[in-house]
């Protein structure tokens, strides 16, 4: 049995599109017939350019991708981005809150600017482009999807700032589907282990993304005293360019070395559960970890017209293994 969608005519933002779980959403919903629209902090690669078309008027200017999706570079985190990126559109009928991600970073040790980062990203960033959204969703009877995390629903540990704000993610869904019903239904997709080597993806097959792909040498959760550029950090222009942290031991940090916007998929798991990657039958009932295409199919299904709001569908196999059944079994 095959289930489609149509979505011609409709248009879609799918924020961090371009690559691992986002860039299976936005493909999966440009092969339904959508107009899609990603953004991020790095443009894909000439590669994927489709030669001189650009992308004005959607969510500003950018430039069009080889399979027909638009780009536009935008750092969610930075309020003037996302109202550069939302005022480019005339009709918005969906947005997938999708850009999110940590670095393994255990408390102890690690920055408060660091931790303040990984909220920024996680939490903040998917409510502002909402309520940035929220005008051109209501003219429509439009959607929001949540990308969540499992690390949002159950302990976190070595990503505890981030399962406390995916966990944060999971409840201003809840609050903006109340808020916001009848006219724009929220939901989230809780996502549990994902393998992000897709297609869509660039992220090198099997290598860690941290040594392999630039991008991964991303600021976004690391300490902006020691890795954002000035051009691109909003904070670099605030007084928390003159804050204390930046001349502190902050500019030792591990952490500005670490692997960047990564929750425990394919590549994290080496970091999270002591460099195992076998973990699929051991660890999750359904025996295999998500694929960006599972997550995008529930994506597909929350973002078309219905009743439900407010609601969290697990994409994760049926969870993790309770650890007693492996004491059972030995
Ligand atoms: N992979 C997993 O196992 C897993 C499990 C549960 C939940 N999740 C969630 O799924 C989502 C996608 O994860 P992923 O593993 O596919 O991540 P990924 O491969 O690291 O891709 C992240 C995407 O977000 C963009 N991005 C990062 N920071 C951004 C910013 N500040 N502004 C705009 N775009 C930004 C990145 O592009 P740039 O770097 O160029 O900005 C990239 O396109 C995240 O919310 C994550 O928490 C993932």
Known sequence: ?????????????????????????????????????????????????????????????????????????????????????????????????????????????????????????????????????????????????????????????????????????????????????????????VVGLANTQNPGSRDPAAQDPATENPGSRDPTVQDPATQDPATQDPNSQDPNSQDPNSQDPNSQDPNSQDTPTRDAGAHGAADHYGGRTDLDGRAIPAGRMATPADVAQVCLWLAAPGYVTGAEVRVDGGGEIPAWRHLVSD
């Open 1 to 189: 049995m095959t289930v489609t969608y149509d979505y011609a005519g409709k248009h879609v933002l799918v924020t961090g599109g371009t690559k691992g779980i986002g860039a299976g959403i936005a493909a999966a919903f440009a092969a339904a017939g959508a107009e899609v629209t990603v953004c991020a902090r790095t443009p894909p690669t000439t590669h994927d350019r489709h030669s001189g078309e650009t992308a004005s008027g959607a969510g500003g200017s950018g430039f069009v991708t080889a399979g027909g999706i638009r780009f536009v570079q935008a750092d969610v985190r930075d309020p003037a981005d996302v109202e550069r990126l939302i005022s480019g559109f005339d009709r918005l009928d969906v947005v997938v809150n999708n850009a999110g991600g940590s670095p393994p970073a255990p408390l102890e040790g690690t920055s408060p600017r660091l931790h303040a980062r990984v909220i920024e990203l996680n939490l903040t960033a998917p409510l502002l482009v909402s309520q940035r959204a929220y005008p051109l969703l209501a003219a429509v009877g439009g959607a929001v999807v949540m990308i969540g995390s499992a690390s949002g629903a159950r302990p976190s540990p070595g990503t505890s700032a981030y399962g406390a704000a995916k966990a944060g993610l999971h409840h201003l869904a809840r609050c903006l589907a109340a808020e916001w019903a009848p006219r724009v239904r929220v939901n989230t997709v």
